[in-house]
Nanobody, 114 residues
């Protein structure tokens, strides 16, 4: 059973940056897909960005040009670099991974506010 642990969230002013990390307890090289989702209060969980084992990347339109997803198989870690943050980016961000099974992290809170 693989565990995913997110970190890096916090309170940041509009226009600021954060880097989220998702560390897996085992190898991530077997995961076909890894991604970041977010859920704002009163809203459904939505996909933010996904990266495949082969390196294909897709972003939600709302974060294109501002967020960058990456993965480092040698460190069993996935990242989400968040730049030019907006108040509407405020949410709990979840790490997700899928091979034969799928796994979720516990979430990390990102709050963008002045």
């Amino acid at each position: 059973q693989v565990q995913l642990v997110e970190s890096g969230g916090g309170l940041v002013q509009p226009g600021g940056s954060l880097r989220l990390s998702c560390v897996a307890s085992g190898s991530i090289s077997s995961f076909y897909f890894m991604g970041w989702y977010r859920q704002a209060p009163g809203k459904q969980r939505e996909l933010v960005a996904v990266i495949t084992r082969g390196g294909t990347i897709n972003y939600a339109d709302s974060v294109k040009g501002r967020f960058t997803i990456s993965r480092d198989n040698t460190k069993n870690t996935m990242y989400l670099q968040q730049n030019s943050l907006k108040p509407e980016d405020t949410a709990v961000y979840y790490c997700h991974a899928r091979s034969v099974l799928e796994y979720w992290g516990q979430g990390t809170q990102v709050t963008v506010s002045s």
